[in-house]
């Protein structure tokens, strides 16, 4: 079983739709929970970090963690053209980051 | 900005060749990574360093050696390169501040195809 878990999509949504992606994890030992962005022949970047339960927001972008049950997820809200890349999860012990497979997002104008 | 380069966007190899990929920060972190990048499996750790000369073995280091002889240069070195190595490769960097800080910054890749 792998310590991250995420649904690779592919996800197809309309200019101004809500995009929903989430994972699960099996390691309590995860810190921090992280959301990268990666565009088409890229490497990924930061896009939000968290390392408690709860929401956070930063402009259209929100990062919920629930530790209890193990599952994060990211929302996406208004989404743009501009917004279709590969989303991956990622989540820290140590020095280390465990990564989820990345879900490829499609935004149709 | 902090700024991650690899030496090769694009490398196209011969099974058996020995392959070295580079990796240079200018940011002075002191942990260094070399990842794998697979459809469907993510970012995969090979080995990663946290100072010169240091290095760990990651989840899948076999078939890979890393050298770190300065800070700002982590090489990733594939003995004898097989087919199955075809991957994207991606090398990432972090300083050993604050946790909250502690976020990795990517190097754009090198798609590496071995015939």
């Known amino acids: 079983q792998k310590e991250v878990e995420q649904d690779p999509g592919p996800l197809s949504v309309p200019e101004g739709a809500i995009v929903s992606l989430n994972c699960t994890y099996s390691?309590?030992?995860?810190?921090?929970f992280m959301w990268y962005r990666q565009y088409s022949r890229k490497g990924p970047e930061l896009l939000m970090y968290?390392?408690?339960?709860g929401n956070k927001e930063d402009g259209r972008f929100t990062a919920q963690v629930d530790k209890s049950s193990k599952y994060i997820s990211l929302f996406i809200r208004d989404s743009q053209p501009s917004d279709s890349a590969t989303y991956l999860c990622a989540m820290k012990s140590d020095y280390k980051l465990s990564f989820g497979a990345g879900t490829t997002v499609t935004v149709r104008a | 900005d902090v700024k991650v380069t690899q030496s090769s966007r694009y490398l196209v190899k011969r099974t058996g060749e020995k392959v070295f990929l580079e990796c240079v920060q200018d940011?002075?972190?002191?942990?260094m990574f070399w990842y794998r990048q697979d459809p469907g499996l993510g970012l995969r750790l090979i080995y990663f360093?946290?100072?010169?000369?240091?290095?760990e073995k990651g989840d899948i280091p076999e078939g890979y050696s890393v050298s770190r002889e300065k800070k700002e240069r982590f090489s990733l070195i594939l003995e004898s390169a097989s087919t199955n190595q075809t991957s994207m490769y991606l090398c990432?960097?972090?300083?050993?501040?604050?946790?909250?800080?502690?976020?990795?910054?990517f190097g754009p890749g090198t798609r590496l195809l071995v015939l």
């Open positions: 968290t390392y408690s339960s």
């Open positions: 990432a960097s972090t300083s050993a501040g604050a946790e909250i800080r502690e976020t990795q910054y």
């Open positions: 360093s946290y100072d010169v000369k240091m290095k």
């Open positions: 940011m002075d972190h002191e942990n």
């Open positions: 390691n309590s030992a995860f810190q921090y």
